[in-house]
């Protein structure tokens, strides 16, 4: 019996909805990470985990829009 070789098409797909799953993770972890900073606000290590968050979506970003992350850093900056 064979195995049948996933079509890219199919792979494209459980890649998309893996993707949408971890968004929607990350919005949950962002909501307790929120959380823990109110609880202790002048902690700056929590600022520091979202600057590094922005940084890699923003990387993302830029990689999946074939664009500059400066670009979209301006974006963000109007």
Sequence with gaps: MTTKEPTAQA???QRRSDIARVLDW???ELD???TDAK???KNWGHAGDLGH???KLIETL???SNSEPKEIEDLLAE
């Design 32 to 34: 307790r990470h929120g």
């Design 53 to 55: 968050i922005r940084e």
């Design 62 to 64: 830029a990689f999946i």
């Design 26 to 28: 990350l919005d949950l």
């Design 39 to 41: 609880a202790n606000p």
């Design 11 to 13: 792979t494209y797909d």
